[in-house]
Nanobody
Framework: QVQLVESGGGLVQAGGSLRLSCAAS????????VAWFRQAPGKEREFVGC????????SYADSVKGRFTISRDNAKNMVYLQMNSLKPEDTAVYYC??????????????????WGQGTQVTVSS
């Protein structure tokens, strides 16, 4: 199985940018689709986007399309979430996740068996 660790969260003003990183250990990350989810206080976990194993396909939630970009560096066992034009409503704990089966590109959290611990992103107005 794969272990995931997120980093890069923090406090940023509205309109600013952050880049989150997801590092993997235990198995080669290129074996897996990787998704980003987020969860704000009092809300359900929400799909942000996902990237195929090769990196040539991405899927995004409408709420972040055009502002967020997912990329991966399989040689480094890393996946990234570049967040631009941040809004206060983007404030949440952000998680990276890997699915079972490993090739599943899904927007449902139920399809993801492996999760990181999360990193807090706070966007001030």
């Amino acid at each position: 199985q794969v272990q995931l660790v997120e980093s890069g969260g923090g406090l940023v003003q509205a309109g600013g940018s952050l880049r989150l990183s997801c590092a993997a250990s235990g198995r080669t990350l290129s074996d897996y689709v990787v998704a980003w989810f987020r969860q704000a206080p009092g809300k359900e976990r929400e799909f942000v986007g996902c990237i195929s194993r090769s990196g040539n396909r991405q899927s995004y939630a409408d709420s972040v399309k055009g502002r967020f970009t997912i990329s991966r560096d399989n040689a480094k066992n890393m996946v990234y979430l570049q967040m631009n034009s941040l809004k206060p409503e983007d404030t949440a704990v952000y998680y990276c996740a890997a699915p079972t089966p490993a090739w599943t590109m899904s927007q449902s959290a139920a399809d993801y068996a492996y999760w990181g611990q999360g990193t807090q992103v706070t966007v001030s107005s």
